[in-house]
């Protein structure tokens, strides 16, 4: 790993004229490429003080041992030159948007003799026109069905060729889904017209033939012809079909590509929708790690640079509108470069209202799913998993296995309801049964560190417990430090003894460095020296031990970080949804609810009788007995209740109607 002041160039050697500089690691690999307004601003950023660098930032300009720059004229100079530098070298701590799948295109090849329509992926060819992109299974129905009203020829150049020297159509040719111009059939030139069709229909203007054919079909029947007629019935239906595949979502005369992302810490999902005269005719989807420091403008910009500048084919596919969630950086910059490859003006903008915002909302919604369904399927790969246990294992020098590991969350509004979970994982995969809950009270409640304490002293005395098969009888396990009845969360605990039985070989907390010491104490208190103890501060994804002055920075791309990620997130979610249910509970408590006898049904027939609980507190006993079901006795009872209630000064706490958080006690 090399110094950068080894290689840092005096201040006075960089020009503060706009230009794009490149970082290169000891064996002449570039590996990170980057633009600037002012050169000697942003390098000298980068040397003034590394220590005080983000850690991806921290770790490439450490990976490197050299920097080189390239004055241009111009801002826009500069965004050409680095997507071209980009795509040379693909340096590895620049953002690389890659396809979540490799959407296929419907592609005709116009430059030949005999147009051919197919299936395509990949770069673009000069002379096809281009029509989606499509999924797999959507454009070889669409294909399937558009041959029999369009037969254009679809057969690959071998079978043309046998077909000519032998004087037969292939099998499409026999079933009239090939106007078969290899054994003459038709002319070249009507072949031709037959395809132009084809890309009339697919480029929008659909009804145009449908009602064609609607004619031919109403001129058929009057000539008697039925069985004509049929078959241009049959091609109405399948020309419907494919028009009314894409569902209208703006006006007619709308071309647009909406953007949208959701990302994390370490990785960002986009989803694209193509829409083409109103409809959506496409969708496309990328999955980027987050390996350089890129806000969301940035991110933006750098997409539409990939997107847009994989070849120079883009006078059909770059639309009028690009709808984006934020305005991307160099914005100006990037709207010209657009708009010379397409060659026409290109506006790029966010809706804020109305059917395009509610179309961009959409899109949003399939980046976030295909950002959970991405980290699904790595979770559950094996080998990846393997690799994150094995990783995690070495970054932390423990001298055993991960095969279980447990991670602890503190979940609260402003020191209420102070609740913890429990989440487990074995093998790297979840295991939920062994899920628990913690209520947290008095003076555990107090701060986070001595809530994770309280909870880590309670989960793990349960299991000493379990450990000596000294169980109290009825499985009730006395709180910590007092002699009383469990609380129903810890007596859930103790439904499952064999469960915890089994300890985790590693603990990990959500926090920095006092929620780790705080956990490390209590389980040295309780003489448990065999579990690893670690936290995850969220801030920087860094990873802190106990007693430990400086954290352990894990690789942004590492199998380990995002297995940690993930454990982190599921107990932050399992907080967060006990803490909602006990918040909710706690802002239905009536002062009514404490009275002997008084169940639900007699509290509800009090309640309608005299309209609010400031008339029942005014009544009587005689005047309570009015309501249905009250007798003398559970009058008085009422009563008692909420004079002591009053005299010990209790009321209902204060509370935000629009959060429902609880304000003051």
């Not at 290899?182 to 037959?194: D, F, K, L, S």
């Not at 847009?308 to 059909?316: A, K, L, P, V, W």
């Not at 959409?362 to 790969?381: P, S, Y």
């Not at 304490?453 to 000294?470: E, G, I, N, P």
Request: with cysteine.
């Amino acid at each position: 790993m090399a110094d950068p002041a080894s290689y840092r160039p005096q201040t006075g050697e960089i020009p503060t004229t706009p230009g794009v500089y490149r970082f290169r690691d000891p064996h002449g690999r570039v590996i990170y490429v980057g633009k600037a307004k002012n050169l000697r601003s942003r390098l000298n950023s980068y040397f003034a003080n590394p220590a005080g660098l983000l850690p991806k930032t921290h770790a490439m300009v450490h990976a490197a041992s050299s920097v080189e720059w390239t004055m241009v004229g111009s801002e826009l100079e500069s965004l050409q030159l680095e997507y071209t530098w980009i795509k040379e070298f693909k340096p590895r701590f620049n953002v690389v948007f890659r396809d979540d799948k490799t959407y296929p295109y419907l592609a005709v090849s116009m430059a030949e003799k005999l147009p051919r329509v197919q299936v395509m992926r990949g770069e673009r060819r000069k002379g096809t026109r281009y029509f989606g992109p499509y999924t797999a299974g959507a454009i070889r129905e669409t294909m399937d069905t558009l041959l029999r009203v369009f037969p254009v020829r679809s057969c690959s150049p071998g079978v043309l060729k046998r077909a000519q020297a032998s004087g037969r159509p292939c099998l499409l040719g026999y079933i009239d889904k090939c106007s078969a111009p290899c054994v003459g059939r038709v002319t070249a030139e009507e072949h031709r017209a037959i395809a132009e069709d084809f890309c009339s229909f697919m480029g929008g203007e659909a009804k145009r033939f449908i009602t064609r054919l609607e004619k031919d079909m109403g001129a058929a029947v009057a000539e008697l012809d039925y069985e004509r007629a049929a078959r241009l019935r049959d091609d109405i239906i399948a020309l419907r079909k494919v028009f009314e595949r894409n569902a209208v979502v703006l006006s007619e005369d709308t071309d647009a590509d909406v953007f949208a992302l959701h990302d994390d810490d370490l990785e960002a999902s986009v989803q694209v929708f193509h829409v083409r005269g109103g409809r959506v005719r496409g969708q496309r989807g990328w999955v980027v790690e987050k390996v350089e420091d890129a806000t969301t403008p940035e991110l933006i910009e750098h997409l539409l640079q990939q997107v847009y500048g994989e070849d120079s084919d883009n006078q059909g596919r770059i639309p009028r509108e690009v709808l984006v969630p934020e305005i991307p950086s160099n914005h100006h910059e990037l709207l010209e470069w657009l708009g010379g490859l397409r060659g026409a003006k290109v506006d790029i903008r966010v809706p804020q209202r109305g059917d395009k915002a509610a179309l961009l909302s959409t899109v949003r919604e399939n980046a976030e799913q295909a950002l959970k369904l991405h980290k699904v399927r790595r979770a559950g790969d094996i080998t990846v998993r393997s690799q994150a246990l094995q990783e995690l294992q070495e970054a932390l020098e423990l001298p055993v296995p991960l095969l279980r590991i447990e991670c602890y969350d503190i979940s609260h509004v402003q020191g209420t309801n102070v609740v913890a979970s429990m989440v487990v994982v074995e093998d790297g995969l979840p295991k939920k049964a062994d899920y628990r809950k913690f209520s947290i009270t008095g003076a555990a409640a107090s701060d986070d560190t001595a809530a994770m304490h309280d909870v880590l002293t309670r989960r793990f005395r349960h299991y000493l417990q379990d450990k000596s098969a000294q169980l109290p009888k009825s499985g009730e396990v006395p709180h910590p430090g007092t002699g009383e009845p469990p609380s129903p969360e810890d007596a859930a605990l103790t439904g499952a003894k064999a469960k915890f039985a089994y300890p985790p070989n590693l603990v990990v907390v959500d926090g920095g460095q006092p929620q780790v010491n705080a956990a490390a104490r209590a389980l040295a208190e309780l003489g448990i020296d065999d579990v690893y103890v670690v936290g995850l501060a969220k801030r920087l994804e860094e990873v802190w031990l106990p007693d430990s002055d400086f954290p352990v920075i894990l690789p942004r791309t590492s199998q380990g970080l995002y297995l940690l990620q993930r454990i982190r997130d599921e107990a932050h979610r399992f907080a967060i949804t006990f803490h909602r249910q006990k918040r909710g509970k706690a802002m239905t408590v009536s002062a009514l609810d404490g009275v002997p006898g008084l169940g639900e049904a007699k509290r509800k027939a009090l309640v309608a009788h005299f309209g609010s609980l400031k008339k029942i507190k005014a009544a009587t006993a005689l005047e309570l007995t009015a309501a249905k079901g009250i007798g003398p006795a559970l009058a008085e009872a009422v009563v008692s209740h909420l004079a002591a209630a009053g005299a010990s000064g209790e009321a209902a706490p204060a509370v935000n109607m629009t959060t429902g958080e609880i304000l003051e006690i």
